[in-house]
C-alpha cells in the first residue's frame, strides 16, 4: 500500500479550486511520470465553506524534492509534507477563491482536541 500525504482543504469555492489542485497536481504527475497519484473527495458544505480531501502518494512528493533540489530545500515549514503544502499552496493561491490547506493528521492530532 502507497504512504499518501493527506490534506484537509476548506474553500469558498469547491469548483474552482478543486480544478486549480486537480490541475497543479496533474501537471506534477506529468513532471515526476507518475500517474493516477492524488485523489480528491467529494465536498461538504458547512457554513459556508466547502470542507474536502485531497490524498497525495508520499512518492510523487519525494520526486518533486528531489526535481526542485535546493528550491524545495528553501520552501517554508518543517519537512516534506510541510514544504509540499507551501509550495501546493504557492501554485494555486492567485487562481482561486479563499481557502486553506492544512495537513489532515496536525489537524485530527490538535492540542486543542477540537477536531
Known amino acids: 500500500m502507497q504512504e499518501r500525504i493527506n490534506i484537509n482543504v476548506s474553500a469558498v469555492d469547491y469548483d ?25 473527495t467529494d465536498s461538504e458544505f458547512a457554513f459556508g465553506w466547502h470542507f474536502f480531501v485531497v490524498s497525495v502518494n508520499r512518492e ?11 528550491d524545495f530545500s528553501r520552501l517554508k515549514g518543517k519537512g516534506v509534507d510541510k514544504k509540499f503544502l507551501t509550495w501546493l499552496t504557492q501554485k494555486i493561491e492567485n487562481k482561486t477563491p479563499r481557502f486553506k490547506l492544512a495537513i ?8 486543542y482536541g477540537i477536531f
Do not use: W
Not at 510523487?60 to 535546493?70: C, E, H, I, T
Open 16 to 40: 474552482k479550486t478543486s480544478k486549480q489542485i486537480t490541475s497543479t497536481l496533474s501537471l506534477l504527475e506529468e513532471m515526476v511520470h507518475g500517474e493516477d497519484e492524488f485523489v480528491i
Open 60 to 70: 510523487v512528493v519525494n520526486k518533486l524534492a528531489v526535481q526542485m533540489g535546493d
Open 104 to 111: 489532515k493528521e496536525e489537524m485530527e492530532s490538535s492540542k
